[in-house]
């Protein structure tokens, strides 16, 4: 099993999640000029990470890869603890961080892709640091009594924490979201996210 990743970027969960198996795999870190060079292109013409291959199967997608790490890899409890429940409520919150939390940040990554008048950008600005603001204090209020976004560690977690790096280096204000600020602790601790942040050369 081999990830692609770009330093930072959203891969960077999935990368986490292999160091959570436990399980040997292997790591091509990419930069923005070899994402878009002809070897990674046949692989994932999109240009994007995260991809994953895994003998003849290319997989492509965050959410998919990070699902198909917990299922080839039962054994890490990534997807919960085999039960119906468990993996919807995994499912649930790896669905937010994709669909509602990493949306949210785009008008700040790309905000040409929105508007055109540079004069509105402030606009846009503020409206993204509103929503991301809202959305963190739903995870907050999540992780008032449990220590994992789902109630127990799950592929949910390391994309959360991604994006929780995310706002810290666009400074979206996360004053007063103590449970957010213990969860980044815990996760900054784990041995894990550890090694895939210091493979990566972001520690």
């Not at 998919?64 to 917990?70: C, F």
């Not at 409520?89 to 540079?118: C, G, M, Q, Y």
């Not at 996360?174 to 602790?185: E, K, M, R, V």
Request: charged share 20%; aromatic share 10%; net charge neutral.
């Amino acid at each position: 099993m081999k990830l692609y990743s770009k330093p930072g970027a959203c891969s960077t969960a999935d990368h986490i999640a292999l160091r959570w198996t436990g399980q040997p795999f292997e790591v091509e870190l990419l930069t923005r000029e070899t994402l878009k060079g002809a070897e990674f292109l046949k692989i994932n013409p999109a240009g994007s990470v995260p991809a994953l291959v895994d003998g003849d199967f290319v997989l492509t997608q965050n959410a998919a890869i990070l699902g198909y790490i917990a299922d080839t890899r039962p054994q890490a409890g990534l997807a919960g603890d085999g039960s119906p429940r468990q993996r919807a409520e995994a499912t649930r919150w790896l669905a937010f961080v994709n669909s509602d939390l990493h949306p949210a940040f785009k008008p700040l990554f790309a905000p040409a892709a929105f508007i055109a008048d540079e004069g509105q950008k402030g606009a846009l600005a503020d409206a993204a640091h509103k929503r991301l603001r809202s959305l963190f204090e739903q995870a907050d209020r999540q992780l008032a009594d449990k220590p994992w976004l789902a109630g127990f560690r799950s592929y949910a977690d390391p994309y959360f924490y991604i994006t929780l790096r995310w706002a810290s280096g666009l400074k979206v204000d996360l004053s007063g979201l103590d449970n957010l600020a213990a969860y980044t602790t815990r996760m900054e601790a784990d041995s894990g996210v550890q090694a895939a942040l210091n493979a990566e050369g972001l520690s």
